[in-house]
């Protein structure tokens, strides 16, 4: 099951995510606001990922 996305906490957007082949197969890419982009093998890692990652950030401020 596909958890929610939660919104940045800074400027509010939901990030893209998209399903990318590769030579090595499918994976989930996760775009960051910085213009990288981290891969994972399934769309609920990708969720679960950008969800840990606001959980940190919000925490930091």
């Known amino acids: 099951m596909t958890e ?3 919104p940045c ?3 509010g957007g939901i990030p893209a995510i998209a399903g990318i082949v590769t030579r ?8 960051l606001a910085n213009g990288e982009h981290e ?3 399934t769309l609920d890692a ?5 969800n840990r990652r606001v959980n ?3 925490g930091s401020r």
């Open 4 to 6: 929610k996305l939660k």
């Open 9 to 11: 906490p800074f400027c």
């Open 24 to 31: 090595d197969g499918l994976v989930w890419r996760l775009w």
């Open 39 to 41: 891969d994972y093998p």
């Open 46 to 50: 990708a969720h679960e990922a950008w």
């Open 56 to 58: 940190h950030e919000e």
